[in-house]
């Protein structure tokens, strides 16, 4: 415990630290670092909070877990191993999420600061919220590879982690993951959804199945090939017809079929991979301008079939290598006969979830997406850069997160001292300034946004919204929880104080099938949401649209002035404002993915594809404003912020604490300046040569 050594640290900050709560919200790469540098800072009450198990992959930087604690919860190992710099500390450890309403606002005032090591937007959303109303300081972290920020988030003081708009979600149109892939990527995601709908929690966005109503598919063409809508891809419209006639369609999903099927690899194979193409290269339009698709069958392929035995061959295990299609085809095979074998041990209702970590799930998607590559005359890719990119995987560099984690406990020294003008928000760069720095502060506090829909008095959004196509169940499901972050949210009009949602169970259960239009909910309308637990409430300005195909069927619009025509807003820039938006169904009607007898249907509705966001590191560092700001390292998950983004200046301040100074940029290195603005990483240079150091 060397800072409780006198003279380690100011005697007055030594007092300090002894007799203060701290809370540590995330015990992985920098939640781990925190912890360690707080019990040998000398903190003694220290609480620390993860939800999650230790994966081997975690192990070569979260230095408080070792292989033995494989599986065991992050909190509680975290807790022991910490113990040992000292057994007297008082570490209480949560398995738990800290959204569980078991830690409200009263569990967060308990804290004099609050450390926050997440790797996701919507648990630090929360956090942000929690700590602003217990008015606890909140110390925010994040890295991705070599970059890294820590910035203060205290009420009234500073901006609140969403005072800004998030970088959204790269996005890709479902025709091209469904019909005409063109990147590895594409195709990778293809697979994911493959996984999802075989074995996963099945998104009906997520079909894979050949889309039929592709407007590209659908025009001008000159052949005139009819492709029947909801005709089982391969089996041809023989089969559709004599259907037809008797009107008797009989229709199930692909996971029922591939059950039926019993899993049978060569049926699964020809399915996916030779029938589906075959009936996209019948959709002629799609493929006069590109190359078309060559289909693979499984015998052709295999024409002595997969060799017997259980063990995985040796190429299996070769994770740098790139498969060729055969080898593909028995990776498939075994994956597919363990992924089968674990789905069926479940409970009826239980699926499997992706992680890039399981075996048998990766190497299902790395094959599947290869043999998609191959048909589709894209570059194949090993195991192992598929799984960076499945996987969302920015290269976690142990030392960034130590700095990072560092810079944490002298933000929370400066904090506990009341030196918040010493806390402004520092980023750590992979290359050093002029100045030979790569740790560089702000110059000040930037302004809390007076319309952010968090922290300003009044909360208040414009919501811009289908109000004929959106039901009550998807507004509270897609709109106060999954976009505005809201945990068990009430919702009333505000004209009549009527209840629409209580989150009090049973007593509007009746109203989720309604539109908001049959529930009154038009133009014009302004609802009063409020989230009990969160201790927030947010006046919502209902603005009607009709979402033509393809439209997001909501838009959450932070500033009313952001609406405009529609005619203008085609010419306008993509506004900052505009904080988030799902893409639906151009149905939007719910209805589940409609297969026919013997394969799955090949027709489904044309629907982007949104790259999952679950290990979102949010962090954003700006270059120079001439330059573009590009999406965070190798990480899929954003697009560029937009332009209009606020930027920060580099300080030219040099802090004067011994303890917490960092030295700063100055303005004369206009030659690489530091514009910085939370929300993503950028790509970084040399980043695509960062090999990515976890564990398989
Ligand atoms: N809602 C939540 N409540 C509590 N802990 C959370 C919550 N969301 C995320 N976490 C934790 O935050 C930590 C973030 O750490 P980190 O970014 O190093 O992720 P990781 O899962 O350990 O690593 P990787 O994603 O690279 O495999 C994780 O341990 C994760 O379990
Ligand atoms: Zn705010």
Redesign the pocket.
């Known amino acids: 415990m060397a800072a409780a050594i006198d003279g380690v640290l100011p005697e007055h900050l030594q007092e300090l630290v002894k007799n203060s709560k701290v809370l540590v ?7 781990c670092e925190v912890l360690k540098n707080l019990v040998l800072s000398g903190f003694v009450n220290i609480e620390i ?4 198990t230790i ?1 081997l ?2 192990l070569n ?2 230095f408080l877990f070792h292989r033995e604690h494989v599986g065991k919860s ?1 909190a509680k190992v975290a807790r022991e191993s910490a113990l040992s710099f000292n057994p007297d500390a008082k570490i209480t450890a949560y398995h ?4 569980s309403t078991d830690y409200g606002v009263n569990f967060f005032k308990k804290f004099d600061v609050v450390l926050s ?4 937007r ?2 630090r959303n ?1 956090v942000n919220r929690m700590c602003l109303n217990a008015d606890v300081p909140l110390i925010e972290s994040g ?1 991705s590879g070599y970059n890294g920020q820590v910035e203060l988030i205290k009420r009234g003081l500073t901006q609140c982690y969403e005072c800004t708009p998030k970088a959204k979600q790269r996005t890709f149109p479902g025709c091209t993951i469904r019909n005409t892939p063109s990147e590895p990527i594409h195709c990778i995601v293809w697979a994911k959804h493959l996984f999802n709908q075989l074995f996963g929690e099945s998104v009906e966005d997520e079909d894979i199945s050949p889309d039929a109503a592709d407007p590209e598919a659908q025009e001008g063409d000159a052949e005139g090939t009819e492709i029947p809508a909801g005709d089982g891809a391969g089996d041809g419209k023989e089969k559709s017809a004599s259907e037809s006639a008797n009107g008797n369609v009989v229709r199930i999903n692909t996971r029922q079929w591939a059950k039926d099927c019993n899993y049978d690899a060569s049926k699964l194979f020809n399915k996916f991979f030779f029938e589906d193409i075959n009936y996209l290269l019948r959709m002629s339009n799609l493929w006069k301008s590109r190359k078309a698709p060559v289909p693979v069958q499984w015998d052709t392929l295999l024409p002595k079939g997969i060799p017997d035995g259980d063990s995985l061959p040796e190429f299996a295990r070769q994770f740098h290598k790139v498969w060729s299609v055969e080898e593909c085809a028995q990776i498939f095979s075994n994956s597919l006969r363990q992924l089968s074998n674990d789905f069926l041990k479940l409970d009826n209702n239980d699926s499997l979830v992706w992680d890039k ?1 399981d075996q048998a799930a990766m190497d299902f998607v790395a094959a599947c997406a290869n043999v998609r590559s191959h048909i589709f005359n894209i570059e194949r890719k090993s195991r192992f850069e598929i799984k960076s990119m499945a996987g969302n ?1 920015i290269p ?1 560099i142990a030392t960034t ?1 130590a700095i990072t984690a560092g810079i944490s406990v002298l933000r929370a020294f400066s904090v506990l001292e009341g030196k918040f003008d010493q806390c402004k928000a520092v980023y750590a760069r992979l290359r050093l300034n002029p100045r030979n720095q790569f740790l560089v502060p702000d110059k000040f506090f930037p302004e809390p946004n007076p319309n952010c829909y968090v922290c300003a008095s009044d909360p208040a959004i414009t919501l811009r919204i289908d109000t004929k196509r959106v039901h009550i169940k998807e507004f509270r499901d897609e709109v106060l929880i999954k976009t505005l972050n809201m945990v068990n949210p009430d919702v009333t009009l505000e004209s009549t104080g009527s209840i629409i949602i209580s989150s009090e169970e049973g007593e509007t259960e009746c109203n989720e099938q309604k539109l908001l239009s049959d529930m009154n909910i038009v133009d014009g309308v302004i609802l009063k949401s409020d989230d009990f637990f969160q201790n927030y409430e947010l006046s919502i300005i209902i603005s009607h649209f009709d979402a033509e195909r393809d439209d997001p069927l909501f838009e959450v619009i932070a500033d009313k002035s952001q609406l405009q025509p529609k005619e203008e807003e085609e010419e306008k820039p993509e506004p900052s404002e505009k904080l988030v938006s799902r893409k639906r169904a151009a149905n939007g009607n719910g209805e589940s993915v409609e297969k026919c007898d013997d394969g799955p249907s090949t027709s489904k509705r044309s629907r982007p594809t949104e790259i999952e966001d679950d ?1 979102d ?1 949010d962090c954003l560092i700006l270059e120079d404003p001439e330059d573009d700001v590009v999406e965070a390292t190798d990480k899929l998950t954003v697009e560029s912020p937009p332009k209009t983004a606020t930027k920060r200046k580099p300080s030219d301040v040099v802090e004067s604490d011994e303890i917490t100074t960092i030295l700063d940029s100055s303005d004369e290195e206009e030659s690489r300046p530091t514009k910085c603005k939370r929300s993503r990483l950028e790509k970084s240079e040399g980043t695509g040569s960062i090999e990515i150091i ?1 564990i398989d």
């Open positions: 919200v995330g015990a992985g790469g920098i939640g909070i993860d939800l999650d994966d992959s975690n930087r979260q992050k738990d999420s800290v959204t090591a997440l790797d996701n919507a648990a929360h890295t970590d995987i976690a997160n290990d590191d976890n």
